[in-house]
């Protein structure tokens, strides 16, 4: 699991005007930490290793580790708010991690097996990506950065659920929990559209032109 430290100072001018002037100084964002049986807290997280934190994927399924001025918590990210047009982070917010309690949150599907795949390069298959992430339930010790799914093996026409995904001990598929009808598709390998496509249009231009029919008050 990735190791994340930020670096945080605690907020006392607290408001949507006050959290516009920290943005605009542009060296801090405005967070909140809450969960748990503490009180929430209001914080400025440092802003270059956050936008640095940010591009790694794994951040987001990943227990952090935030220094609010010398004092530690462990938390997960819950929410960004972001600005609607542009590459900007408004507001975070985190969840307190209790190494008792489970934690509910998404983690991303990484695919594998697909340069050696059988039907993909040999079949003509093509690779249908139905869900990029999976929400699941485990407790902090054993929150995976990702779930591998290895399609190498996989025949052509094969549609994997998400009761085919293996998952580490300890981390249960939050949607498995609600019944068989929530077993949703997470991938497929069909055949290629295009080509299927291109395929039947070539047998269609090599059949034979029918014969004309005769007019039958045809005479000579």
């Not at 972001?82 to 917010?93: E, I, S």
């Not at 659920?161 to 981390?171: Q, R």
């Amino acid at each position: 699991m990735s190791d994340f430290n930020l670096n945080a100072s605690v907020r006392h001018d607290l408001g949507k005007g006050a959290s516009r002037r920290l943005r605009r100084a542009d060296l801090a964002i405005p967070a909140i930490i809450y969960g748990g049986e503490t009180a929430p807290k209001s914080i400025a997280i440092d802003k270059a290793p956050f936008y640095k934190a940010i591009e790694d994927e794994s951040f987001f399924s990943s227990v952090i580790t935030l220094d609010v001025e010398g004092q530690k918590e462990q938390v997960v990210v819950r929410d960004l708010q972001r600005h609607p047009f542009k590459p900007l982070v408004t507001h975070a917010d985190f969840l307190r991690v209790d190494a008792t309690h489970e934690l509910t949150l998404h983690v991303p599907l990484h695919v594998v097996g697909e340069d050696t795949s059988k039907a993909i390069k040999d079949e003509d298959g093509e690779l249908h990506v139905l869900a990029s992430d999976v929400e699941i339930s485990c407790l902090p010790k054993d929150l995976p950065e990702y779930l591998e799914v290895d399609i190498s093996n996989l025949e052509l026409g094969t549609t994997l659920h998400l009761s085919d995904l293996v998952v580490p001990a300890g981390v249960t598929l939050v949607a498995l929990t609600h019944g068989e009808d929530h077993d949703n598709a997470v991938l497929s390998v069909t055949k290629a559209k295009v080509r299927a496509e291109e395929s039947e249009e070539g047998e269609e231009a090599d059949a034979p032109a029918a014969k004309p029919a005769e007019d039958e008050g045809e005479t000579e």
